[in-house]
C-alpha cells in the first residue's frame, strides 16, 4: 500500500517562503501523478497544485499562481511544494496525495502558517 508523509510546515511571515516535502513509499512512483491539497480553518479541502506522471505537467490554483512550484524527483520518490510571498491567507494543512487512475493516497498532513 502507497504511503506519503509530508514535512517541512512551520510557522512563517507574511512574504516569506517555506518548502514542503512529501516522501512516497510504494510501488513505481514514477507511475502517479501527485498532488498537494490544503485545508485553511473552517473550509474544505482544496487542490493547490499537480504534477503529471509522465509529461510533469504542472497545473496550479489560481490563488497559488505564480507564487507556488511544484516539483517531483523519481529517483528519490520525492514530490516537492516551493511556496513564496506567502499569505496569511495560505495557512491551512498541506497534504500530499498520490493517484494513477484508481484510488487517491494521502498523508497525514503537515501545518503551515503564515502570521507576523
Known amino acids: 500500500q502507497v504511503q506519503l508523509v509530508e514535512s517541512g510546515g512551520g510557522l512563517v511571515q507574511p512574504g516569506g517562503s517555506l518548502r514542503l516535502s512529501c516522501a512516497f513509499s510504494g510501488f513505481t512512483f514514477s507511475n502517479y501523478a501527485m498532488r498537494w491539497y490544503r485545508q485553511g480553518p473552517g473550509k474544505e479541502r482544496e487542490l493547490v497544485a499537480t504534477i503529471s506522471s509522465i509529461e510533469n505537467i504542472l497545473n496550479y490554483a489560481d490563488s497559488v499562481k505564480g507564487r507556488f512550484t511544484i516539483s517531483r524527483d523519481n529517483a528519490k520518490n520525492m514530490v516537492y511544494l516551493q511556496m513564496n510571498s506567502l499569505k496569511p491567507e495560505d495557512t491551512a494543512v498541506y497534504y500530499c496525495?498520490?493517484?494513477?487512475?484508481?484510488?487517491?493516497?494521502w498523508g497525514q498532513g503537515t501545518q503551515v502558517t503564515v502570521s507576523s
Open positions: 496525495s498520490a493517484s494513477r487512475g484508481g484510488p487517491r493516497y
